[in-house]
């Protein structure tokens, strides 16, 4: 019972207002949302609509982070792109009839993929991601949301290709975008007992009422009027070919909603100096990917700007978001009529502050501060997000780069002090880690042809690392023994002793027995 209590947050301390309130000012923001990357797919909006609610609801009763909003989200539609454009060459006849029920069966494996990756504990990997790359992927989603915007300014933003507004329709819309972001911007100054984004909702929503303003609607986008979504399992035929068209989509799907729940659950986690539950995430974006395909939806992940727009707006339980699902599924119901007269433009002036707020500042004041090569990435990152928009082709990128950085930084630190002892002995002490990307300039200290009878490698300050490591102490052992030179080894660690034991299984680990420290058991000949 009190697992269920807490699963609720009941019993814990919850301000209720604020909850129910954020929820219901998400659920807005939602709409257009859902939407929008439903066209973008390709899809039925109501497509994207169920998504966000069933995405919504799970991941608010099971995710890892209370507080955090998931849905239907552009990064996941616009991988359907490329699965519809192979579904037609393959069938250039293909309707929705034939699509809709391929991308279903490809959100419920990717669920599947998402819940395995959970249950391995994988997301820890994202301690891996440095701060550079989140800070380009932070700003590159920022550029992205911004961007989607622009498309409300012309006359009619399903169409791509549509013009821009003109003349009084287009002052008149900026000036209800201005006066929502003054809103919100202003608001929170005077008072916090309402959440900014909903007041400038209902404000904006009640002087086009008033005034009779003609602007544009959620209603001039698509009718949002449905039925709860319907239960059917994705009727595909079952054979190779089906799964062979659908998995690498699915495995890209899952990859790029994983990154993007888990980055955005690191950044919620700054901003509420909590610290939330990664692989349960990863289990519950699964869990709720695959009721999404079976219940008719798109899938998505979370998303940032809504789980932003909660989090600014007060609400930290998950009271927030399963009030967010709820209220969009009454929307979709029994509200569609009202819901379909909210102007736009309060929305996309939401929607702009969301962006601003969400692109990390402190970034730009990095530049000349930090390591160029840290600017690089998050240029690299920040790029890639916004021209490609692939979200995992940009975090992948920057970890690369990231790590042959650090392995260039690390190879060019190795360095050696050389001394004889009072044996007569000639000691060479060793600083920095020893791996692939130093074995060169290992190998590079040492001329055995100068070198007395008798050499000491001393490990003390260093490590051996891998298998490149390895492969050169040997070939530096055979050297000195061409020589007729004796060689040891000194101050090895334990798990540097163990891997040399490993190793001497798979390859001749040619190292001279050091009878001092017995580090090495085998002894040349």
């Known amino acids: ?151 409300q300014f012309t006359v009619d933003s399903t169409d791509p290709n549509a013009p821009w507004m003109q003349g009084v329709q287009l002052f008149t819309f900026v000036g209800l975008v201005v006066v929502a972001m003054l809103i919100i911007w202003l608001l929170p100054k005077l008072t916090k007992v309402i959440p900014a984004a909903l007041v400038a909702i209902v404000a904006i929503w009640g002087i086009v009422a008033l005034f009779g303003i003609d602007t544009t609607t959620v209603g ?11 239960f059917e399992i994705p009727s595909i035929p079952f054979r190779w070919e089906t799964l062979e068209l659908i998995l690498p989509y699915a495995v890209i799907v899952a990859g ?61 339980a998950r009271l927030s978001g399963i009030i967010a699902a709820v209220m969009l599924l009454i929307f979709i119901l029994f509200g569609s009529s009202l819901i379909e007269q909210l102007p736009m433009a309060a929305l996309t002036g939401l929607m702009i502050m969301v962006s601003i707020g969400t692109f990390e500042w402190a970034s730009l004041r ?8 840290d600017i690089l990435v998050m240029l690299a990152v920040t790029l890639i997000t916004v021209f490609v928009h692939n979200l995992a082709l940009a975090v992948l990128v920057g970890v690369i780069i990231s790590a042959l950085v650090f392995a260039w930084d690390n190879a060019k630190r190795i360095r050696a002090r050389k001394h004889i002892d009072e044996n007569g002995a000639k000691v060479y002490e060793i600083y920095g880690p ?47 023994q061409k020589e007729g030179k004796k060689i040891h080894l000194r101050h090895l660690s334990s798990d540097c002793v163990q891997l040399l034991k490993n190793a001497d299984k798979l390859i001749d680990v040619n190292i001279v027995e050091d009878p001092t420290y017995k580090v090495v058991s085998d002894s040349l000949s």
């Not at 001039?220 to 319907?230: L, R, T, V, W, Y």
Request: glycine letters at 10%; hydrophobic letters at 50%.
């Open 1 to 151: 019972m009190k697992q269920v209590l807490a699963l609720f947050d009941i019993r814990q301390k919850v301000d209720y207002k604020t909850e129910v309130l954020s929820g219901i000012t998400v659920a807005m923001a939602l709409v257009p949302e859902a939407v929008a990357f439903a066209f973008l797919a390709g899809l039925s909006p109501l497509t994207g609509l169920y998504a966000a609610f069933v995405m919504g609801l799970i991941t608010a009763i099971l995710g890892g982070r209370p507080g955090m909003i998931s849905g239907a989200t552009g990064a996941v539609a616009i991988i359907f792109v490329g699965l519809i454009r192979e579904i037609k060459d393959l069938n250039p006849e293909a309707g929705l009839d034939t699509i809709t029920p391929n991308i279903l069966a490809t959100v419920v494996l990717a669920g599947v993929i998402q819940i395995v990756a959970g249950l391995l504990k994988l997301g820890k990997f994202m301690r891996l991601v440095p701060q550079p790359v989140i800070f380009g992927f932070v700003n590159g989603l920022a550029v992205i949301i911004f961007s989607a915007q622009l498309s």
């Open 220 to 230: 001039d986008m698509a009718s949002i009027q449905g039925e709860f979504p319907p």
């Open 256 to 316: 790029v909603g994983l990154i993007e729940s888990l980055l955005t659950l690191n950044i919620v986690d700054e901003l509420t100096g909590t610290r939330g539950r990664g692989n349960k995430e990863a289990i519950a974006q699964g869990t709720a990917n695959i009721l999404s395909g079976l219940f008719s939806g798109m899938g998505g992940c979370a998303m940032i700007g809504q789980s932003l727009i909660n989090i600014s707006s007060g609400a930290r």
């Open 366 to 373: 990095t530049f000349g501060k930090m390591p160029k090569s």
């Open 434 to 480: 020893l791996f692939f990307g130093s074995v060169q300039a290992f190998q590079e200290k040492f001329i055995p042809s100068e070198d007395p009878a008798e050499i000491i490698v001393d490990f003390q300050e260093s490590r051996v690392v891998d298998m490149s490591a390895i492969e050169a102490l040997n070939k530096l052992t055979e050297r000195y």
